[in-house]
Each structure stands twice: as C-alpha cells, then as structure tokens.
T-cell receptor, first 111, second 115 residues
C-alpha cells in the first residue's frame, strides 16, 4: 500500500532551527511536496522535490532521498508565525496522478 | 486575483439529501482535485481531473461523484450524504502535472456536517 509517516507534533524555540522528517512507502513516485497549513486555513505550497538533494528557498529547505524513501523540511530562524501544521505529500503516477498526504506535523514555536 | 473558490463554505444537512459543493478556478489550470480532511487522518484525495471530461478516483471515492464539463469548474456531488461524510473539504488545482507547474492551489474549504 501507499503510506506516509511524519511526527504528530514538534515544539521548537523562536530563532532556532527545526527539522521535520517524512518517510514514505509508495509505488510510482513522481515528486514530493511540503505544504504549510495554519489552523482554520487552506494548505499553501512550500516546496517540491523530484530529484535527490536539497532545495533551498529562503528560510525553508527540503531534502529528498528517493532510495531511502525519506524527506525532511528544515525551517531556520523560526518565527512565531511558523506555528502551523506541515504536510508531507507524495504524487504517484498510477496511470493518472494521485496525491497522497501524510497526517501532518503540528509545529509549536515558543518564545 | 488568481484563486480557487468553493461554495458553500459551511453546510449542515440531513442524511440522504443530495448536495453539490461547487469549485471554480480562474487560473486556466488543467488539474483539479477534491480532498477531505479529518483529524488524525490528514488530507485524503477523493477524485481528481487531469483535464476536461477526464476524471479518476482518488483514495476515498465512495459516496461521491464529480464532473468536469468545463475547465474552470469541478463540482463535488454527494447523492445521498451520510454522517461519515461529515468533514472539511478542499478543492485544489494546478496548472498541469506534465510540466514543472506542479504546486496545488487550495480553495478556502467547505465544512460539511451531515446529521
């Protein structure tokens, strides 16, 4: 079956760095996404990886290892507004293109 | 303004009463999708559409129907809603899956309660 695992909750301090891990077991891998979702709002796109390695975008970076079925999202210089859920999602090519989401990691940033 | 809109935003209904949740995007996107979000389960894909008249099942299609007669609209139909369809529903779109324009834009969500 298709499965994505990520921690349920994490807590970090303002100004620090936090790494949110995601492991997946899927067939037909066609890309990995990270989305941010604030409480009561819609998800918004953060990053996309389809090849192995690190993608950097400002304070956010995302890493992918396809052979290990592993990704992480790195958030630097944490701010209070980064308190949100972070969703790992894998797109799979099954003839069409389905997207499978993990249950999300709720990040709490404390002062 | 580029956006995905959904209506209604909130709906309380009774078991068995047919309903439609509309979704529209103004970005000329080819790919559209419906998700439901439940606590502890995350987002689960219900149906998706690669283009006009092309739809396919996601992971939880039972009890739902969709159609894609025009590029901008992708309505979700519940023919006979049941309480287990109480959930938060999101519509999303992306330009294409065959190009690098891969990010999905989400609508604001529809909170549905079936009693």
């Amino acid at each position: 079956g298709q499965n994505i695992d990520q921690p349920t909750e994490m807590t970090a301090t303002e100004g620090a760095i936090v790494q949110i891990n995601c492991t997946y077991q899927t067939s037909g891998f066609n890309g990995l996404f990270w989305y941010q979702q604030h409480a009561g709002e819609a998800p918004t796109f953060l990053s996309y990886n389809v090849l192995d390695g690190l993608e950097e975008k400002g304070r956010f970076s995302s890493f992918l290892s396809r052979s290990k079925g592993y990704s992480y999202l790195l958030l630097k210089e944490l701010q209070m507004k980064d308190s949100a859920s972070y969703l790992c999602a894998v797109r799979v090519n099954t003839g069409g293109f389905k997207t499978i989401f993990g249950a999300g990691t709720r990040l709490f940033v404390k002062a | 303004e580029a956006q995905v809109t959904q209506n209604p935003r909130y709906l309380i209904t009774v078991t068995g009463k047919k309903l439609t949740v509309t979704c529209s995007q103004n970005m000329n996107h080819e790919y559209m999708s419906w998700y439901r979000q439940d606590p502890g389960l995350g987002l689960r894909q219900i149906y998706y559409s690669m283009n006009v008249e092309v739809t396919d099942k996601g992971d939880v299609p039972e009890g739902y129907k969709v159609s894609r007669k025009e590029k901008r609209n992708f309505p979700l139909i519940l023919e006979s809603p049941s309480p287990n369809q109480t959930s938060l529903y999101f519509c999303a779109s992306s330009l294409s899956v065959s190009t690098m324009a891969y990010e999905q834009y989400f609508g604001p969500g529809t909170r549905l309660t079936v009693t």
